[in-house]
């Protein structure tokens, strides 16, 4: 087991956590509550799941259930994080466009089973990238649409469709969207060996089998991230995803 879970532990996630917001107050980055909100929020959803999780894999119905709160939990996240407003609920697009296609080839062609066991965990990988590059995408580019909104209006006086002349100015800023995945790709096993690695390890199986598991997690997830992507730009350049 890699961390005895005992009170020693306690005791220095609370640590580290109260450091993070603390130090976020000092340098006066204005997350100090979100910090300490998403560290206990993460400590009762992961004690509820460890708990959820024997009955969940049982059966399929339950964990066909709890792949869909998944889902639903990152689409309504992702599209607070971007609008704040009702068009939230376009996040579902670039989330589902993402991640149904790839766990469906997954699931046809046998490389991941219909059991709990490895549906959640690849699901939940996949889900979880689709709903990063989703926020970073669609954020980065409504702020670029509201910072340079005069450029909009004067590739539409040069005879741009309104959709085109917003790809033109925001599609370069939300593509940066997609550099954590790829520099987590480019330097795998070079500066840091991923959860999927370590944990297959951890359970006994060999370096080539580690190795080949975090190969298709890492390309699986720039797949989604790309898809992702793409289709956030769109739906924010047709003005469907838009800040009052």
């Known amino acids: 087991m890699l961390l005895p879970v005992s009170l020693t532990l306690g005791v220095v996630l609370a640590v580290l956590l109260v450091l993070a917001a603390a130090v976020a107050a000092w ?35 339950p964990l066909l259930g709890f792949v869909a709160l998944m889902f639903a939990v990152a689409v309504w996240t992702a599209g607070r994080r971007i609008t704040g407003n009702r068009t939230w609920r376009w996040a579902a697009v670039p989330i589902g466009a993402g991640v149904l296609p790839v766990v469906g080839v997954l699931l046809l ?29 669609g954020r980065r580019a409504l702020d670029e649409l509201a910072g340079r909104r005069g450029e909009v209006e004067a590739g539409m006086a040069l005879g741009l469709l309104d959709r085109d002349a917003r790809l033109e100015i925001v599609r370069p800023a ?66 469907l995803l838009h800040r009052e």
Do not use: K, N, Y
């Open 174 to 239: 939300a593509s940066d969207a997609l550099l954590p995945g790829l520099d987590q790709t480019r330097t795998v096993g070079l500066v840091t060996l991923p959860g999927a690695f370590v944990g297959m390890l951890l359970g006994g199986a060999s370096p080539v089998e580690a190795g080949a598991v975090q190969l298709f997690v890492l390309v699986a997830l720039m797949a989604v991230q790309v898809v992702a992507v793409a289709a956030v730009l769109e739906l924010v350049a047709r003005g």
């Open 27 to 61: 340098a006066s980055l204005g997350r100090s509550r979100e910090i300490l909100v998403a560290g206990v929020r993460a400590a009762v959803q992961l004690a509820a799941v460890s708990l959820l999780i024997g009955w969940v894999v049982r059966s399929l119905a």
């Open 109 to 137: 062609t046998g490389l991941v089973p219909v059991r709990g066991l490895a549906l959640i965990p690849v699901a939940g990988i996949l889900i979880g990238g689709a709903l990063t590059a989703t926020v970073l995408g």
